[in-house]
T-cell receptor, first 113, second 115 residues
């Protein structure tokens, strides 16, 4: 079975600074996809960024980028120029041949002035 | 462009009662998923439909839980004889057709409280 681990329950970053959220996963599948989702307080889950395992190039979406290390089974999210609106729970998620998503336990990101 | 909608947003019920939740996916999405999220945890997969066919059910989905998607559009999730342990946020998500998963798009969830 696939597992996703987020070892940082909480992180804090100052506005305009950069923060990196960690995620590791375990799988025996060769073809899979990884995602980061953002869940603001009392609001719905939003897809932040997506990475295909067969692509060596790291995905980037505006201020959000990933560091995908396939051999190490690591998939970290970097948020640059942090904004107050980035404060949320961030979930790392995996999907392989099955369509379902397997989520980590999440990292709560605080953004301070 | 409307997203995934869920109804109701909140439900309070007494133990032993039956509850039903509804999910309306994004219109062109043929895949629909149900997840359960408890406080401080990530969502856990419950079941998945492709069009009207229920293709996978989690072991978390006990006999008291049933889901349907009769015409391949909206879906319902029913919990019979609710228990306090059923208290959670129930999330619905949908995704478009295609071989490569583009990501699932989530609704706002239904928060269930069982007293």
């Amino acid at each position: 079975a696939q597992t996703v681990t987020q070892s940082q329950p909480e992180m804090s970053v100052q506005e305009a600074e950069t923060v990196t959220l960690s995620c590791t996963y375990d799988t025996s599948e060769s073809d899979y996809y990884l995602f980061w989702y953002k869940q603001p307080p009392s609001r719905q889950m939003i897809l932040v960024i997506r990475q295909e395992a067969y692509k060596q190039q790291n995905a980037t979406e505006n201020r959000f980028s990933v560091n995908f290390q396939k051999a190490a089974k690591s998939f970290s999210l970097k948020i640059s120029d942090s904004q107050l609106g980035d404060a949320a729970m961030y979930f790392c998620a995996y999907t392989g041949t099955a369509s379902k998503l397997t989520f980590g336990t999440g990292t709560r990101l605080q953004v301070t002035l | 462009d409307t997203g995934v909608s869920q109804d109701p947003r909140h439900k309070i019920t007494k133990r032993g009662q039956n509850v039903t939740f509804r999910c309306d996916p994004i219109s062109e999405h043929n895949r629909l998923y149900w997840y359960r999220q408890t406080l401080g945890q990530g969502p856990e997969f419950l079941t998945y439909f492709q069009n009207e066919a229920q293709l996978e059910k989690s072991r978390l989905l006990s006999d008291r839980f049933s889901a349907e998607r009769p015409k391949g559009s909206f879906s319902t999730l029913e919990i019979q004889r609710t228990e306090q342990g059923d208290s959670a946020m129930y999330l619905c998500a949908s995704s478009p057709p295609g071989l490569a998963p583009l990501g699932q798009f989530f609704g706002p969830g239904t928060r269930l409280t069982v007293l």
